[in-house]
């Protein structure tokens, strides 16, 4: 599916997010250039992407797919990883052309474990950016939480809610949430989730699990839709959205 280029009112706003599978796709081979391309297409304001993975102190495949797509990068890594010395970092990143007010990034399982190599030693946390948006502020968030370990993963996406709730301006958060929406959020919390009906988006070649999507506060209008895309083991998520006055 492509995007036609078109320019977005005050107050609106069009987020990508994908889990790009440490940049490689299912064979294997490096996918900055279907990354590259679907930012392209899709005309995304902000990129939310996890399961970056970067060589320590060198962020140089984020960075390049930033500069050559036109974005400001911001990466925070999750956690860090390597045997005597540190050797790369592995996290959530967001890419934006909006004017950046703040960013903070929170850990959401605790205690931090020591990563031995294995997914659920893993640490997850969220990345949070406040944007200027057309004269109105906004949070924008990505996350990924863990995929095996079910307790770890309740606590982490009450964490999520927690964060969110403290927050001074309307906020949307996208991820890889490992878990479909209605097994977690009630019908009475004021949470959006976009897109709705859910749709199945990992695995990529044949998906039966809603995981990936996108939260949004109460009074924020968006939609959402799955792009069917190769370059990864799940689909891409587009969100358009526009903020209460």
């Known amino acids: 599916m492509t995007f036609s280029a078109s320019a977005r009112r005050d107050g609106e706003i069009r987020i990508l997010h994908w889990n790009i599978h440490s940049w490689l796709d299912d064979s294997g081979q490096s ?15 902000v990129v939310s992407l996890v399961e970056v ?5 060198a962020p140089a495949q984020l960075y390049d797919v930033a500069a050559r797509a036109g974005y400001v990068p911001i990466f925070i890594p999750t956690f860090e990883f390597g ?8 996290g959530n990143a967001l890419l934006t052309r ?4 703040a960013v903070q990034q929170w850990e959401l399982v605790w205690p931090t474990p020591l990563y031995d190599g294995s997914e659920p030693s893993e640490s997850r946390s969220v990345l949070l950016i406040k944007l200027d948006v057309g004269g109105n502020s906004l949070w924008v968030g990505s996350t990924h939480l863990p995929r095996s370990d079910d307790q770890a993963r309740h606590v982490a996406l009450q964490r999520v809610l927690t964060l969110v ?9 996208c991820g890889d949430f490992n878990m479909a929406p209605p097994a977690w959020l009630a019908n009475d919390q004021a949470v959006a989730v976009r897109p709705n009906p859910m749709q199945p988006t990992h695995p990529a070649d044949e998906p039966v699990e809603p995981i990936d999507y996108c939260l949004a506060a109460f009074g924020i209008a968006a939609n959402a839709e799955v792009l069917r895309r190769t370059g990864s083991d799940h689909l891409p998520v587009v969100v358009s959205a526009r903020l209460p006055r």
């Open 165 to 173: 709730g403290k927050l001074d301006d309307p906020w949307l958060v």
């Open 98 to 101: 909006l004017p950046i007010l």
């Open 83 to 90: 045997a005597e010395a540190p050797a790369g970092g592995f």
């Open 53 to 57: 993975d970067e060589a320590w102190g």
């Open 31 to 45: 996918n900055i250039d279907a990354v590259i391309k679907l930012i392209a297409d899709a005309d995304p304001d």
